[in-house]
């Protein structure tokens, strides 16, 4: 269990995990591109997983101090929330562009802030967070190249999300260092069977190997166990805002690795998250101790 919080404001460093987190999971996400033409998008998602869950058993060994009575169902909801998240995000993806779709998935722990709020400055921070978004994907992308089943895709994943955060706070707090590990085993051997359904051996193709492993490290062993190291020690409204920098990460790495260009309109609601995120984290309380 993480030590007790005071009550002047948020500590720094679960802060600067999740943005760190946040730009690993970018940086992979443009390399995991390079995936799909291989394994399809199913297949990249169970090469991710699989691969990061493998280097954090090896370095965490989660077997060497399994926690005593500890319950399961926390557990297994992460796992299967990570699973899910990965799956239908990358599914969406095929369907509808990828503005949709990080709109879509943002309902998630936007929703997790809404509800988990107390105050009126609370909401503030999340509508806020939530126009950022909207500006940064941009008002014409949800009206062009998307289907029904992608929107559902997409909604999907925004309901893992959700399931990740509220469950990831759980396990992080009864296993320790081992959540991210176990959560990823149980994420890799729900999807495995996808995976392999569409690349068939492909999927253990030497050819594609390094680049997988690259995916995994930088988008799911890096982010995942900064993240769940920042849950317990953070209250979910001010995770689920933070993650809210998802979006203007990607736009930065976009520009960066991609030359992708931004708008005005898109730099205005980047300009919009990094204030809510801000925000939130300078008006919200500490947890007191469990």
């Given amino acids: 269990m993480p030590p007790a919080a ?15 987190a946040t730009a690993a999971f970018q940086v992979g996400a443009a390399l995991a591109k390079g995936l799909f033409p291989a394994v399809g998008p199913t297949g990249a998602a169970a090469l991710r997983l699989g691969l990061a869950a493998l280097l954090l058993l090896a370095l965490s060994r989660p077997w060497r101090a399994w926690p005593a009575g500890a319950p399961r169902l926390p557990l297994l909801g992460l796992g299967l929330s990570l699973g899910g998240v990965m799956l239908l995000f990358y599914l969406a993806l095929t369907r509808a562009p990828l503005g949709v779709v990080i709109s879509l998935q943002f309902l998630g722990p936007l929703a997790i802030a809404l509800f988990d709020s107390r105050r009126a400055i609370d909401l503030l921070w999340a509508g806020l967070a939530g126009l950022g978004v909207w500006s940064i994907v941009g ?27 509220l469950f990831g706070r759980l396990a992080s707090r009864d296993y320790g260092r081992s959540a991210p590990a176990l959560g990823l085993t149980i994420a890799a051997l729900a999807v495995l069977p996808f ?19 690259l995916v995994a490290l930088t988008a799911t062993a890096i982010p995942l166990s900064l993240e ?3 849950l317990p020690r953070l209250p979910p409204r001010v995770f689920a805002v933070f993650t809210s920098l998802e979006p203007a990460f990607g736009v930065l790495f976009g ?24 925000g939130s984290a300078w008006t919200s309380r500490r947890l007191k101790a469990a």
């Fill in 6 to 20: 005071g009550a002047d404001g948020p500590r720094i460093l679960p802060l600067l995990s999740v943005i760190c």
């Fill in 195 to 213: 995976g392999w359904a569409e690349a068939g051996a492909g999927l253990f193709s030497a050819e594609i190997l390094p680049l997988a492993l």
């Fill in 255 to 278: 520009f960066l690795m991609l030359n992708e260009r931004l708008s005005p309109g898109q730099l205005a609601g980047v300009g919009a998250v990094v204030l809510a995120a801000a």
């Fill in 228 to 230: 769940l190291y920042a």
């Fill in 139 to 165: 008002v014409t992308s949800a009206a062009a190249g998307q289907d029904g089943l992608g929107l559902l895709f997409g909604l999907g994943a925004a309901a893992c999300w959700a399931g990740y955060i």
